[in-house]
């Protein structure tokens, strides 16, 4: 009896420091300058690797930093031509981004020799530096969303664009007051075994910035019926992700912002929850071509570009 007492004591005191934690969590999403977040109405740049990154892993971000008022772009450094598909996968990151809140003339393709869709490439960390810190400029961003040094699938791809918003933060190029946030890769049970991490988020739940409502949990679930629009019979992209039963949800089984710089996010039982990234670490939004093969850093014409009204293409 005395023990069942002691374990009954331990998990009341577990449950209640759980629930604290929860609790604290909730006040802290009512301020998302507490939350290390810039306020509402400041400009948030998404950089991706491939098409269809932004459903996979960065959807209930998106959303939920779209509620706070932040006005949404996407930078995506390749056209995901590895098997060929880069004009189907263009169209279908237009939709993905449509669905998402994110409108066409704020989306910008690199399709550049210099950044191919290819796993086995190393894409240079100094190249993709220079091109996404011209494209912060120029756009005046204040928030840049990544991932962070795992890449959530180990992907060299994405890996590249964790190592060049690093780099720019070690070395105070960004803009004053830019904040970085990285996806938090998860190890490979958390991420696959759905509902049983549900305890696991809960007790990390102090980190949180935001949940998911139940009507931007039915948004992000109408980004697979788009990609089965553009390729009815296309294989999934060489990212694996798993898809929800019912084929509805396209997004990876975690993902939350968290502190010191990472951020991930949770779709568990149609909830997303954001966890406070960590910060690695302002004018009208423009967009720019570049001549195939052209070294980003040398354009002397980014100064003089003008917004277009359909996604932009770095060839």
Not at 158 to 173: F, M, P, Q
């Amino acid at each position: 009896m005395e023990v069942a007492g002691v374990l009954l004591c331990l998990a009341a005191a577990v449950l209640a420091w759980g629930l604290l934690r929860v609790w604290d969590a909730w006040e802290r999403m009512k301020s998302q300058e507490q939350a290390g977040l810039p306020g509402g109405g400041s400009r948030a740049l998404l950089v991706t690797a491939h098409p269809d990154d932004e459903a996979m892993f960065f959807a209930p971000t998106i959303l939920g930093l779209a509620r706070l008022g932040h006005q949404l772009s996407l930078l995506c450094f390749s056209a995901g031509d590895y098997y060929n598909q880069g004009e189907i996968r263009k169209k279908e990151l237009l939709q993905s981004c449509d669905v998402l809140g994110i409108p066409s003339s704020s989306v910008t393709i690199i399709d550049n020799r210099d950044f191919p869709d290819n796993p086995a490439v190393r894409w240079d960390p100094g190249r993709v530096a220079d091109v996404l810190l011209r494209h912060i400029e120029l756009n005046g961003i204040d928030l840049v969303v990544t991932f962070d040094a795992g890449g959530v699938s180990g992907h060299s791809n994405h890996v590249a664009l964790y190592a060049a918003a690093r780099t720019l933060c070690a070395e105070g190029k960004l803009p004053k007051g830019c904040k970085v946030l990285a996806l938090q890769s998860v190890n490979r049970l958390r991420k696959y075994i759905s509902l049983l991490d549900l305890p696991c988020s809960l007790l990390l739940a102090c980190d949180a910035i935001f949940v998911l409502t139940h009507q931007e949990v039915a948004q992000a679930q109408m980004l697979q019926l788009q990609k089965d629009k553009c390729r009815p019979q296309a294989v999934n992209s060489h990212l694996h992700t798993p898809s929800v039963k019912g084929g509805a949800q396209p997004a990876t089984p975690k993902s939350q912002l968290t502190p010191r710089g990472e951020a991930s996010f949770s779709a568990t039982q149609g909830r997303a929850a954001g966890k406070r990234a960590s910060l690695l670490g302002p004018q009208p939004c423009v967009h720019h071509h570049l001549p195939r093969g052209r070294d980003p850093s040398e354009n002397q014409d980014l100064q003089n570009c003008v917004p277009v009204a359909h996604p932009s293409v770095l060839q």
